[in-house]
């Protein structure tokens, strides 16, 4: 890969997908600047004229044709094909990119992050990394860094917090709104184990009416 000098000062601009920041170099190019140090062109076009993602390299409404031509790698399906992974790694932290279509169109993305931790407390922190970067990329969040308790035993007691998401009694998440996608980032648990995901999805009501299409195919 051949070396580029960035320019930063007012080029970046942070992108829909976790973890990556655009940015143009002196001859005009742009380039995607990635978590793990590396990056690559992303074409030849201008920033003025750059396309719009609402999850990494996809669009809602995109078939799972369109995803695949724009991820790296094999990733895995369902036979239905109404769900499609990738494995990667986001601000250091291990995860799966998966996309959920409905009727052929996607609907929903996310990331679950697949880190492993003896001391519970730690995924608080890997989720407040990943919160961080949220906010950095989408602003503050319409609810941040929320607590919902199922019985209070633990709650004035931060140490033993990551033991009550694990057994269900703690969920911690985070929102934001934009003007075509919801994100949730949460944190919860059952059966001493614990889920930390972030979800993007369509605000335009894909999912439903591509639901009441296939309805309509019923009866």
């Not at 750059?50 to 790698?73: H, L, P, T």
């Not at 790694?89 to 169109?105: P, S």
């Not at 969920?171 to 059966?191: P, V």
Request: with cysteine; proline share 1%; hydrophobic share 30%.
């Amino acid at each position: 890969m051949k070396k580029a000098i960035v320019v930063f000062a007012l080029s970046l601009l942070v992108t829909t997908a976790l973890a990556q920041i655009k940015a143009v170099t002196e001859d005009g190019k742009v380039v995607l600047l990635h978590g793990n140090g590396t990056w690559e062109y992303y074409g030849d076009t201008e920033v003025r004229n750059e396309e719009k993602y609402d999850f990494r390299k996809a669009k809602w409404g995109d078939s799972i044709s369109q995803v695949k031509a724009n991820e790296k790698g094999n990733g895995r399906e369902t036979p239905e094909g109404d769900y499609l992974m990738y494995e990667d790694n986001v601000a250091n932290l291990k995860c799966d990119a998966y996309y959920v279509f409905a009727y052929g169109e996607l609907v929903r993305a996310g990331y679950i992050f697949r880190e492993s931790h003896s001391n519970r407390n730690q995924y608080i922190d890997d989720y407040l990394k990943i919160n961080n970067a949220l906010k950095e990329t989408y602003g503050i969040p319409k609810k941040d860094y929320k607590k919902n308790w199922d019985k209070s035993l633990f709650k004035n007691d931060r140490e033993h917090w990551g033991l009550a998401i694990s057994t269900g009694d703690l969920t911690i998440y985070s929102k934001w709104e934009n003007e075509d996608t919801d994100i949730l980032l949460w944190l919860s648990g059952d059966n001493y184990k614990i889920t930390h995901k972030v979800e993007y999805s369509s605000h335009s009501g894909l999912e439903k009416k591509a639901e009441k299409e296939k309805n309509k195919l019923k009866l």
